[in-house]
């Protein structure tokens, strides 16, 4: 059950999503419209999310932004929606645009090396299942393992990873269920001040993310928008509000499209 603060921002924030003309969601996947799998490449919506994506996407109201750590390729088959959202991946390095134009915003050359010799030392290891290739960016999964195997993992590549980063300018983040070694200067903050930038002051915002790499999108949308945060358990965050997947997020997105209709 939602506290009665949490009940008190959304009546409150609803109220105004109804009085706009324009609004944007922002929203995460993995772990926010979807839930975590063991191979990434599985992890579809949580059922009833494409319905009421498709409907808010029709309605000409609404903005709707993914901003998420996945390159786009690999997430445009899993929302199997129809027209698609504007979508950010790779934590902010890559932005197609709802009309299909699709941008990438250019890298250091030495942190692409570095990242090159981290593929190689993961293939090396023999740990290329548990890799995620993308744009700027490698991942390294390890849920679904034992304990022992995920404390073996995380240590080794824990220990090359940030001998690597300190020598090629790249930076070591840990997510729920792995590792990345990204290029740094972008993040999902940073999309979102893009949008913030582009649209009116009377836009009504919201921004629902779950990861430790959402809070960069949380800061950026505080004092503009709602940061929600989409998790079962509390963690400390700088959302202003809570949802249980999926009930919980189903009835935040069943609302507003009700609310801008």
């Known amino acids: 059950m939602r ?8 009546k409150t924030f609803f109220q105004s999503l109804a009085g706009t003309s324009h609004s944007v969601l922002m929203l995460d996947y993995d772990g926010t419209l979807a839930p975590f799998r063991v191979k990434p490449s599985k992890a579809v919506p949580y059922p009833g999310v494409r319905p009421i994506l498709r409907r808010i996407l029709r309605n000409e109201r ?12 690999d997430l445009i088959p899993l929302l199997r929606l129809d027209p698609l959202p504007e979508i950010w991946g790779s934590h902010g390095w890559e932005r197609q645009h709802a009309d299909g134009r699709y941008e990438i915003f250019p890298f250091d050359e030495r942190a692409l090396r570095g990242l090159a010799e981290a593929d190689r030392w993961v293939e090396r290891k023999d740990l290329e299942d548990r890799a995620e290739q993308k744009p700027g ?4 999964h390890w849920r679904g393992l034992g ?13 090359c990873w940030s001998q690597l980063a300190r020598r090629t300018g790249l930076e070591v983040t840990e997510f729920d269920g792995g ?3 990204r290029v740094p200067g972008r993040h999902k903050g940073d ?12 836009a009504v915002l919201a921004y629902l993310g779950d990861n430790r790499t959402d809070e960069d999108a949380f800061r950026a949308i505080r004092k503009r928008g709602l940061g929600i945060l ?8 700088n959302a202003q509000v809570r949802l249980k997947p999926p009930d919980e997020l189903l009835d935040f997105l069943k609302r507003w499209h009700q609310h801008t209709k």
Do not use: H
Not at 3 to 10: C, D, F, K, N, R
Not at 191 to 202: F, N, Q, R, S, Y
């Open 3 to 10: 506290s009665s603060q949490a009940t008190a921002i959304l």
């Open 191 to 202: 999309a979102v001040k893009t949008i913030l930038k582009e649209v009116g002051p009377d």
């Open 230 to 237: 989409v998790r079962r358990t509390r963690r400390p965050t």
């Open 179 to 181: 590792l990345e070694l």
């Open 137 to 140: 960016c490698l991942a390294l």
């Open 147 to 159: 304990r022992q195997r995920v404390e073996s993992i995380r240590s080794q590549v824990l220990q």
């Open 62 to 73: 609404t903005r709707v932004v993914l901003i998420s750590g996945r390159w786009t390729r």
